[in-house]
């Protein structure tokens, strides 16, 4: 039997034909990833959690320590409904993010959709009763060839109004990281700096209005009464970070 040549020529297999695979390495080596910073696949492509970078930022004032949060505009939960509303999604998923609402998104949902019975019913069955949007802390997500500390110190400045001149980063501390699966059911990974600032003058109304509602400086406690019971990755995150400073002694160089 006479052998087929075109199988069995390694260089009639594209795999194996050397300009091809130079092509191919050209052009991953051309992308770039927006989600973890990182050459040789896109952002859509990135099979890492989805991250966002930020500051955790505290002081001491009348002996205490104090961290600064930020209040959404509008509730994860919200912003997923109205994203996905026109989707084919599961009512268990539904549910999910109508929990996560404030009552006042969920009367805003009802009003818009009430027509629809699904809606309706969900929203009616709600049991969760928040009365504003989460807190946590300033962050956000890479602009194209952003570095990890970059991303977070524009990040923090852009939701706060605080200037980057106006805190110290405690560097030799790694920064903090938050995993977890969201209503969504998608993986996040959330990543924090640790700085210090000994400014004690508030400056709370020089925020991002378009994300944020409200700053605000808040204790250690506060901070765990005024994060929603169901953060618990975040909740941990911020007992972590306060035995940190109770143990750490802040050195200017």
């Not at 770039?32 to 959690?49: A, D, F, R, S, V």
């Not at 501390?173 to 210090?196: H, R, T, V």
């Amino acid at each position: 039997m006479k052998k087929n040549n075109q199988i069995n020529n390694p260089s009639n297999n594209p795999s194996n034909n050397p300009s091809n695979n130079s092509s191919n390495n050209s052009s991953n080596h051309n992308k770039y990833c927006n989600n973890c910073g990182k050459i040789g696949h896109t952002q859509h492509e990135c099979i890492l959690p989805i991250i966002s970078i930020g500051v955790i930022l505290y002081r001491i004032k009348d002996n205490q320590v104090q961290y600064l949060l930020i209040r959404r505009k509008e509730t994860f939960g919200y912003c997923d409904f109205m994203k996905n509303k026109t989707k084919n999604i599961s009512e268990t998923f539904l549910m999910n993010i109508i929990d996560e609402m404030t009552v006042d998104e969920k009367n805003h949902i009802l009003q818009k959709y009430g027509d629809d019975e699904v809606t309706k019913h969900l929203v009616s069955n709600s049991k969760t009763v928040w009365n504003e949007p989460e807190w946590g802390f300033p962050k956000g997500r890479r602009n194209s060839g952003e570095k990890d500390l970059d991303c977070g110190l524009r990040e923090f400045e852009e939701e706060t109004g605080y200037k980057i001149s106006q805190i110290q980063l405690v560097d030799n501390i790694n920064p903090y990281e938050e995993l977890f699966i969201g209503s969504n059911l998608k993986s996040y990974k959330q990543k924090y700096y640790l700085a210090y600032t000994s400014n004690n003058d508030d400056i709370l109304d020089k925020y991002q209005k378009s994300e944020v509602s409200k700053i605000n400086w808040f204790s250690y406690d506060e901070c765990l009464s005024t994060i929603r019971s169901y953060n618990s990755e975040k909740r941990n995150m911020i007992k972590n970070v306060h035995k940190t400073i109770a143990n750490y002694e802040l050195i200017k160089i």
